[in-house]
C-alpha cells in the first residue's frame, strides 16, 4: 500500500451526524438547490464528479480500511441527484469491493426521488442503497417558498412514499424555528402542517423510519444571515422553540400503532436532547419537553449550539 495515497475530499464536506463513522466518498460537491438557511453550496459549485475517480477512491479506502468498511455515505448535499445509471455503477461498485459493506446512504432533495421512476429507486435499493436523508424542514408550503427549497408538502408525501415502496429508509429531518420571532399564526401552522405530513407518511408496516427536528442557525453568508443582519429576520427564543416543538408532537396521530417512527431532536443545535418512537412515546417527549420549559437552566446554552 503507498501510505501517501489520499481519499479526495473538498472541505467543508456535508453528511448527517449519524454517518460519522461511515466511509465518505464524495461522489458529488456542493449542493445543485440554494436553500436560504443552508450553507452547503456556499464554499463550492456544484459538480458530479468522474465515476472511474470515484471508483479510484473506493479502491484506496479498500487498500486502507478493507473489511472495516460496514457503512458508507456519499457526500455531499443531494448526491441522490446523480444519473440513476452512474449512482447505480458506483453503488455496486462499492458493494463489490468492500467485503463487509452492509448499505450505503445518501443526502436527497424530494425532487431528486421525485425524478427516479420506481423501477430505478428498487434497482438502486436492490444495488444497496438504503437509506436516503431528506430535507423537509416543514410541510407548510408557503413557508418552504419563503425559504426558497423548491418543493411542496404533496412532493414530500409523493417522494417518501415512493422511497418506502423501493425499500429504502427514510430519514427526515425538520427545522424548528423556521418561520423566526414574532409569527405566532406561522410558527402554528409550521408545526401543524409538519405534523399532518408526517402523520400522511407514516406507512401500513412495522418499518423503521426517522425523523429528526434540528433547530434553526443562522449561518454566515446564507440568505438567512443577510436577513437577520438587515433586520426582517429575527430567531425564535428557547421558549418558543420549545412551544412550537410541543405543538408538533401534540398533532402526530398515526392511523397505525405498529409505526416505528424513530423520532430524533438531539442534533447540536438543539436546546433540548429527545429520543422517542411515534407515536407511543408522545406522552414522554411531551412531559420532557414541558420539563425543559419549567426548567430553563438545563437547557443548551446558546454558544454551544452548533449545526
Ligand atoms: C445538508 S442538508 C441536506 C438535505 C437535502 N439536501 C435536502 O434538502 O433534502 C441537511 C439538513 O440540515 C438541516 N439544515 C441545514 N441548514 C440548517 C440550518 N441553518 N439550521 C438548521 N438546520 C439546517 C436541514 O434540515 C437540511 O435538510
Ligand atoms: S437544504 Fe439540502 S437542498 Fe437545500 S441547499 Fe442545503 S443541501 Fe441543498
Given at each position: 500500500m503507498n501510505s501517501s495515497e489520499r481519499i479526495y475530499y473538498i472541505q467543508p464536506v456535508f453528511r448527517p451526524?449519524?454517518?460519522?463513522n461511515s466511509l465518505l466518498i464524495q461522489l458529488t460537491e456542493g449542493c445543485s438547490f440554494k436553500c436560504d438557511?443552508?450553507?452547503?453550496n456556499l464554499r463550492k459549485e456544484f459538480k458530479i464528479r468522474e465515476i472511474d475517480d470515484v471508483k479510484k477512491d473506493v479502491d484506496i479506502a479498500k487498500r486502507k480500511f478493507g473489511n472495516l468498511i460496514q457503512k458508507l455515505f456519499f457526500l455531499d448535499g443531494n448526491a441522490m441527484v446523480t444519473p440513476t445509471n452512474k449512482l447505480l455503477e458506483v453503488t455496486e461498485y462499492a458493494m463489490k469491493n468492500l467485503?463487509?459493506?452492509e448499505r450505503i446512504g445518501v443526502y436527497a432533495h424530494a425532487k431528486d426521488i421525485l425524478k427516479k421512476t420506481d423501477t430505478q429507486l428498487k434497482l438502486l435499493s436492490e444495488a444497496g442503497l438504503k437509506i436516503a436523508y431528506v430535507g423537509f424542514e416543514t410541510g407548510y408550503d408557503q413557508l418552504l417558498q419563503e425559504v426558497n427549497k423548491n418543493a411542496t408538502k404533496a412532493d414530500y408525501i409523493e417522494a417518501s412514499k415512493k422511497l418506502m415502496k423501493a425499500d429504502i429508509m427514510l430519514s427526515a429531518t425538520f427545522i424548528n424555528g423556521l418561520g423566526g420571532a414574532n409569527r405566532p399564526d406561522i410558527s402554528k401552522v409550521h408545526a401543524e402542517e409538519s405534523a399532518d405530513l408526517v402523520n400522511k407518511i407514516c406507512p401500513d408496516d412495522d418499518r423503521i423510519w426517522y425523523i429528526a427536528f434540528l433547530t434553526l442557525m443562522v449561518p454566515q453568508g446564507t440568505e438567512i444571515y443577510r436577513r437577520k443582519l438587515s433586520g426582517s429576520f429575527k430567531e425564535m427564543n428557547s421558549r418558543e422553540i420549545l412551544q412550537e416543538l410541543k405543538l408538533f408532537i401534540n398533532k402526530i396521530n398515526f392511523h397505525n400503532n405498529k409505526a416505528q417512527c424513530i423520532f430524533r431532536?438531539?442534533?447540536?443545535?438543539?436546546?433540548l436532547p429527545i429520543k422517542g418512537t411515534l407515536d407511543r412515546d408522545k406522552e414522554k417527549i411531551l412531559s420532557v419537553l414541558n420539563y425543559g420549559l419549567s426548567h430553563e437552566d438545563i437547557l443548551r446554552p446558546e454558544f454551544y449550539r452548533a449545526l
Amino acid at each position: 500500500m503507498n501510505s501517501s495515497e489520499r481519499i479526495y475530499y473538498i472541505q467543508p464536506v456535508f453528511r448527517p451526524p449519524s454517518e460519522a463513522n461511515s466511509l465518505l466518498i464524495q461522489l458529488t460537491e456542493g449542493c445543485s438547490f440554494k436553500c436560504d438557511f443552508c450553507m452547503s453550496n456556499l464554499r463550492k459549485e456544484f459538480k458530479i464528479r468522474e465515476i472511474d475517480d470515484v471508483k479510484k477512491d473506493v479502491d484506496i479506502a479498500k487498500r486502507k480500511f478493507g473489511n472495516l468498511i460496514q457503512k458508507l455515505f456519499f457526500l455531499d448535499g443531494n448526491a441522490m441527484v446523480t444519473p440513476t445509471n452512474k449512482l447505480l455503477e458506483v453503488t455496486e461498485y462499492a458493494m463489490k469491493n468492500l467485503p463487509n459493506l452492509e448499505r450505503i446512504g445518501v443526502y436527497a432533495h424530494a425532487k431528486d426521488i421525485l425524478k427516479k421512476t420506481d423501477t430505478q429507486l428498487k434497482l438502486l435499493s436492490e444495488a444497496g442503497l438504503k437509506i436516503a436523508y431528506v430535507g423537509f424542514e416543514t410541510g407548510y408550503d408557503q413557508l418552504l417558498q419563503e425559504v426558497n427549497k423548491n418543493a411542496t408538502k404533496a412532493d414530500y408525501i409523493e417522494a417518501s412514499k415512493k422511497l418506502m415502496k423501493a425499500d429504502i429508509m427514510l430519514s427526515a429531518t425538520f427545522i424548528n424555528g423556521l418561520g423566526g420571532a414574532n409569527r405566532p399564526d406561522i410558527s402554528k401552522v409550521h408545526a401543524e402542517e409538519s405534523a399532518d405530513l408526517v402523520n400522511k407518511i407514516c406507512p401500513d408496516d412495522d418499518r423503521i423510519w426517522y425523523i429528526a427536528f434540528l433547530t434553526l442557525m443562522v449561518p454566515q453568508g446564507t440568505e438567512i444571515y443577510r436577513r437577520k443582519l438587515s433586520g426582517s429576520f429575527k430567531e425564535m427564543n428557547s421558549r418558543e422553540i420549545l412551544q412550537e416543538l410541543k405543538l408538533f408532537i401534540n398533532k402526530i396521530n398515526f392511523h397505525n400503532n405498529k409505526a416505528q417512527c424513530i423520532f430524533r431532536s438531539n442534533h447540536a443545535s438543539n436546546y433540548l436532547p429527545i429520543k422517542g418512537t411515534l407515536d407511543r412515546d408522545k406522552e414522554k417527549i411531551l412531559s420532557v419537553l414541558n420539563y425543559g420549559l419549567s426548567h430553563e437552566d438545563i437547557l443548551r446554552p446558546e454558544f454551544y449550539r452548533a449545526l
